[in-house]
């Protein structure tokens, strides 16, 4: 989900995410997690918080000032946003350095007979 704030009412973290606010934590369906201390506080639960505890990945656009929340990986977060350095062969077997298009779209089409 996009977001222009790193908090929100328990209300609409519930709309949005499925999680409610309860006294024992954030809970969805048979499952809760607690929350620690200055979690949920003036009636706004604090979003960098939620992702912590949930498992789920926070990132930032700096350029638009928005960030960007889940879904729930189960600890299979991305440690960033940044492209590891990749270098695959070309169609002539060649090796090419994807860090020579930074600043360019690219697309990247990935197939699998299996």
């Known amino acids: 989900m996009i977001l222009d704030r790193l908090d929100m009412t328990p209300d609409e973290l519930e709309r949005r995410t499925g999680w409610e606010l309860k006294p ?4 969805k369906d048979d499952r809760c997690v607690p ?3 200055g979690g949920a506080a003036d009636g706004l639960v604090d979003v960098t918080v939620v992702a912590e505890r949930l498992g789920m990945p926070l990132v930032h656009d700096e350029r638009h000032d928005l960030w960007a929340l889940g879904p729930e990986a189960g600890d299979r977060v991305l440690a960033s946003a940044e ?5 695959l062969a070309d169609v002539e077997g060649r090796p090419f350095d994807l860090s020579s298009l930074r600043g360019e779209k690219v697309l990247i089409a990935a197939w699998a007979s299996w």
């Open 35 to 37: 929350l620690p201390a």
């Open 24 to 27: 024992e934590g954030l809970c």
């Open 83 to 87: 492209l590891p350095p990749i270098v």
